[in-house]
């Protein structure tokens, strides 16, 4: 089933004005419940609006948004409870912190819900152990932390609120690549554990490769192509004349295939480029020709 | 013969005050950089990389240890005009495109530095149009900096440091912002500083790939050196790496586990060519 779906979804920034922008134009997407999506798309292609109309935070200009089949926008829905459930991670959502304890900043979601204290508090620390926040921070001023944990207590703050359908804006943007895999370690458990929905935006294609299932491009504010890694990735040429990248590994086993020696299938990421180069050292197999 | 920059015994501190104790960042720090040199500064968040950056041009002064800079040794007692000759030697372009720009249009930015070294109006005009055929951005010199794409503006900021004509640029995560495209943009420029004009060029970055492109790799964990060389060398050891918070280029990762299998392979394998060549071989036989 659908999650959220935009239909014919346009969005325009100072419309009937001089200064009118179309950011985002005609979309038609469906994310599927449970499934963890990431979205690419060059700087201006229509990427942060996009993800801002999927939690309610832009109503489109035409066009409609569903969530869970119900129309975002009608009358009797109640917007903040849309936001609950649908949690966004805006970039660089450290400079964001503001509480005196690195607790009660992940608690002001879940105490905005209303919930009771003892609920808040279960909340506060499952969400902390995603995220890999010891104990002991818990009491610590956010503004003592450093760049790395300071993102971690951010994303815990969402995720506090446990939503449906959780939504990141380049999560791992200037962490080191240990911080990185944490963060997308904690992201993936979060699903795991909920059953959540799962929409990342990146500029890393390694990452998307590495960890989402289904890739939305987006080129000019329209939609540019929609399907799982294999399908889009397949498409590199244009990807790059769209001003994106395919991830390394693909780029050398794409180098390697013009060469001569050709594989079973599309290989995206390290683990996969492995699996496929065994046989041939374990002598016979593959598919070398 | 001395070295363009030489880092002896440098040790610092952020200062504390009576709540707060002191907090030291760098230790004991040795390097010595020549010129023309490309290296890539590799650490953790918080490991001392960017602050090493700012007590290159005086923006901090070490707590003990010297640092020279063609063969000056920088201090606090320098008269403004000799700090204003370090920092014209030594540029820096910063993360975010957005906060390094402050004219309204594109090529009135570039002057702005020159502008306020009080250079001569022939000699700006002569060096904005130079920085922009330098970074590939002549077409946009009438543009309004805002309606740039990241990489453009990042470009735009490194022409404003051109302009300048220093003899050393400071990369500080210039490329973390950016989109594939951009990122391609910024690098191929950031290498034309360096291989066609001898600038040289210290770039501090989390992407392993673009540290591949450099002469030698720094590597600081908790405010010390603790790896220095080719990136060949640097990245012939994934494990230790991975210990420090850091990665490997996929190329290297997968070479690294192929040899674990036993594959007849060199170490250190770091670039697709090298790579898809080796790979080739191995898979024909």
């Given at each position: ?75 009797k ?8 459930k ?12 503001f ?11 879940p ?5 009771d ?121 244009e ?34 480029a ?16 | ?5 030489e ?7 952020y ?167 951009g ?9 034309t ?10 770039t ?82």
């Amino acid at each position: 089933m659908a999650k959220i779906e935009l239909c014919g979804v346009s969005y325009v920034y100072s419309s009937k004005t001089p200064f009118e922008k179309k950011a985002v134009n005609n979309i038609d997407v469906a994310i599927e419940e449970g499934s963890i999506t990431g979205i690419i798309g060059h700087t201006g292609s229509g990427k942060s609006t996009l993800v801002q109309i999927l939690n309610g935070l832009l109503e489109p200009t035409s066009g409609k948004v569903l969530f869970n089949g119900a129309d975002m926008h009608a009358k009797k829905t109640k917007l903040s409870d849309i936001r609950f459930k649908v949690g966004l991670v805006f970039q660089y959502p450290e400079y964001q912190l503001f509480e005196e304890t690195v607790e009660s900043d992940i608690a002001y979601g879940p105490k905005n819900m209303g919930l009771d204290k003892a609920e808040i508090e279960k909340r506060v620390h499952d969400a902390a152990k995603f995220c890999g926040i010891e104990e002991a921070i818990l009491k610590k001023s956010p503004f003592e932390l450093s760049g790395g944990q300071q993102r971690r207590v951010a994303i815990a703050g969402v995720m506090a609120m446990t939503p449906e359908v959780l939504i990141l804006d380049e999560p791992a943007a200037g962490l080191d690549p240990q911080g990185r895999s944490d963060i997308f370690g904690g992201i993936c458990e979060y699903r795991r554990k909920t059953g959540a929905t799962v929409i990342i935006v990146s500029h890393s294609m390694e990452d998307i490769a590495r960890y989402c299932e289904n890739v939305l491009v987006m080129s000019k504010g329209e939609v540019f192509d929609y399907g799982s890694c294999d399908k889009i990735f397949e498409r590199s040429d244009e990807l790059e004349a769209i001003g994106l990248d395919i991830p390394q590994i693909a780029r050398l086993l794409r180098r390697v295939g013009e060469m001569g020696v050709s594989f079973d299938k599309n290989i995206y990421t390290v683990g996969e480029a492995y699996r496929s180069i065994i046989p041939f050292i374990k002598g016979g197999g593959g598919s070398a020709s | 013969m001395s070295k363009f920059i030489e880092i002896k015994n440098l040790s610092f501190s952020y200062p504390g005050d009576s709540q707060n104790p002191c907090v030291p960042v760098l230790h004991d720090i040795n390097l010595e950089i020549d010129k023309g040199e490309f290296v890539a500064i590799l650490g953790r968040n918080g490991s001392g990389k960017s602050t090493l950056a700012k007590l290159l041009n005086l923006i901090l002064v070490p707590s003990s240890g010297t640092v020279s800079v063609g063969g000056k040794l920088l201090s606090s007692d320098m008269s403004e005009e000799e700090i204003i000759e370090v920092r014209k030697c030594i540029g820096m372009v910063f993360q975010n495109p957005d906060n390094q720009l402050v004219a309204t249009v594109v090529e009135e930015d570039i002057a702005f530095g020159p502008e306020n070294l009080g250079v001569e109006p022939e000699e700006i005009r002569r060096r904005v149009d130079q920085a922009l055929e330098i970074v590939g951005m002549t077409e946009f010199a009438k543009h309004s900096p805002h309606q740039l794409s990241g990489g453009q503006k990042q470009r735009i900021a490194i022409a404003g440091i051109i302009a300048i004509m220093p003899e050393c640029i400071v990369f500080d995560e210039s490329t973390a912002m950016l989109d594939p495209h951009g990122r391609k943009e910024v690098m191929r420029t950031i290498e034309t500083l360096n291989r066609e004009k001898g600038i040289t060029v210290i770039t501090i970055t989390h992407n392993m790939e673009e540290a591949v492109c450099a002469d030698k790799v720094v590597v600081i964990d908790h405010g010390t050196i603790v790896k220095q060389g080719s990136p060949k060398e640097v990245f012939s050891r994934p494990e230790e790496l991975w210990g420090l918070g850091l990665s490997v280029p996929q190329v290297t990762e997968l070479f690294d586990m192929l040899r674990c299998l036993g594959a007849e392979l060199p170490e250190g394998v770091i670039s697709e060519e090298e790579g898809a060549q080796l790979l080739f071989e191995l898979l024909r036989s």
